[in-house]
């Protein structure tokens, strides 16, 4: 089974603080994702990564930046949290393919910024 | 600009009863429609649709795509306390990601 792990599952914060969220895959997938999920707006793309060291924006990426050192490991970093970032933030993983439209996600990690 | 509409956004039936979500889309380059299931945790993966008229089954839960008036819904029978989640509607186009509309959530009571 494929696994995708999130370090934290729940996190409080302070108003400009550094925050890292943590995520692997071991399913060996090429592309990875970060989503966060508010009520009424779904989920939202913030950044993925095609490949080690290569990142691209989503929809949502103000405020966020990404790092993918390690294929299985895909970090997102708020570098100073703010009241508007406390959310829930999904991870993914995909294998590359043409049709490969299956997303495998985590838990999930809430994080609450004071 | 791409867009997925979900409806109803929310919904309570009773168990037992049939209930069908209805996902819209205005999408360039369209590859396939996905449903996901979530309950208080992580989304899984209930149905990819890349062809249109072929229903996809699982168990009480069914799926079709239709490419000409851009909607898919899914159905489920017979059901149970244990449906009650939200469900996700999501498109693959030319990228990387999968695009999502904001869900339905259906409550189910005994």
């Known amino acids: 089974d494929v696994k995708v792990t999130q370090s934290s599952r729940y996190l409080v914060k302070r108003t400009g603080e550094k925050v890292f969220l943590e995520c692997v895959q071991d399913m060996d997938h090429e592309n990875m994702f970060w989503y966060r999920q508010d009520p009424g707006l779904g989920l939202r793309l913030i950044y993925f990564s095609y490949d080690v060291k290569m990142k691209e924006k989503g929809d949502i990426p103000e405020g966020y930046s990404v790092s993918r050192e390690k294929k299985e490991r895909f970090s997102l970093i708020l570098e100073s949290a703010s009241t508007n970032q406390t959310s829930m933030y999904l991870c993914a993983s995909s294998s590359l393919g043409v049709y490969t439209g299956e997303l495998f996600f985590g838990e999930g990690s809430r994080l609450t910024v004071l | 600009e791409d867009k997925v509409v979900q409806s109803p956004l929310s919904l309570v039936v009773h168990e037992g009863d049939t209930v069908t979500l209805n996902c819209s889309y205005e999408v360039t380059n369209f590859r396939s429609l996905l449903w996901y299931k979530q309950e208080k945790k992580a989304p899984t993966f209930l149905f990819m649709l890349?062809?249109?008229?072929i229903e996809k089954k699982s168990g009480r839960l069914s799926s079709i795509l239709d490419k000409k008036e851009l909607f898919s819904i899914l159905n489920i029978t017979a059901t149970q306390t244990g449906d009650s989640a939200v469900y996700l509607c999501?498109?693959?186009?030319?990228?990387?990601?999968?695009?999502f509309g904001k869900g339905t959530s259906l409550l189910v009571t005994p």
């Open positions: 999501a498109y693959s186009n030319s990228g990387y990601a999968l695009n």
């Open positions: 890349t062809s249109s008229g």
